[in-house]
Every structure is written in C-alpha cells, then in structure tokens.
C-alpha cells in the first residue's frame, strides 16, 4: 500500500499509520486509558497542598468515613477543613495530637460550638473562672489546659 496524495481527507480510515501528523485536531475527544498530564482541577479550593490532604484523609480514615471527611457539611467535614486550613497550630497529620485534635473539632462542630456563647459546666467552687480557665481545642498537645 502506497500513501495517498491526495490533500483531501478520506472518510475511511487507512489500514497503514501515517508518517506524519494530521494538520487539524479531531473533533472527538480521546477515550484513552492513559492518564493525562494536565492535572485535574479540584472543586475544594485549600491552602494545603493536595498530597497532604490525601495523607491526612489516610490518617483520620481510622476514625472517621472518608466520605464524611470530603463533605464539608457535616461536622467531619468541617473539622477536616478547620484542622488542615484553620487552625492556629497547623498540626501535621504525623503529629501524634492530630488524630485527638481532629476528634475534638468535630465534636466542637457536632454539638454547635460556633454559637456557644456560655459555659455550661459545673462551677469548681474552689476556681469560679474555671470555665473561662479551661480550653479544649486551643490546646497544643493535652485535651485540657488550665
């Protein structure tokens, strides 16, 4: 078989590959299994870079679904984002407080701790101020801090 001259496409593909490229693009995108080299863009926009999202979805998928970590509407999701994007310590997901920082933002958003306004524990008659005394989440490496 011979290569046509012709500048005319043929609506009939040739048994033989060309020797060179085609001058226009084709009009059907490629289902190709390869994957391409434009990265994809993500609908979830973070300071953080997606490798350590992944990790961090690794790490806390021993406590929690890794659906309800995607979902920024529940209280998973949120903690997830507040964890990674927000929180003043910036924990790395190794940090062995991660796993226990995670799991109190998330009962901070499970419970409405955006809208506490007062605190709701039993007075210490020995520290009156033992309400305002005592932090949860800002803690760096405790659960509770005086």
């Known amino acids: 078989l011979q ?21 226009t693009p084709s ?10 080299l434009q990265p994809s863009s993500s609908s979830m ?13 690794n790490i806390l998928s021993d406590v929690s679904d890794v659906s309800l ?16 994007d927000t929180d003043p310590l910036r924990l790395a997901p190794a940090d062995g407080s ?6 109190l933002a998330v009962l901070y958003f499970s419970t409405g701790g955006g809208s506490w306004d007062t605190c709701n524990a039993p007075v210490n008659v020995n ?6 005394s005592t932090s949860l989440i800002s ?4 659960w509770l801090t005086n």
């Open 3 to 23: 290569p046509s001259s012709s500048s005319v496409p043929s609506l009939q593909p040739s048994s033989v590959p060309s020797l060179q490229p085609s001058p």
């Open 127 to 132: 520290n009156p101020n033992s309400c305002t």
């Open 98 to 103: 991660f796993i226990q920082r995670f799991v």
């Open 45 to 57: 926009p973070s300071s953080v870079p997606s490798s350590e999202r992944e990790f961090a979805l």
């Open 69 to 84: 970590l995607r979902d920024n509407t529940t209280p998973q999701g949120k903690a997830f984002e507040w964890i990674l």
């Open 27 to 36: 009009l059907q995108p490629s289902s190709s299994s390869v994957p391409s």
């Open 139 to 142: 803690s760096g490496s405790a």
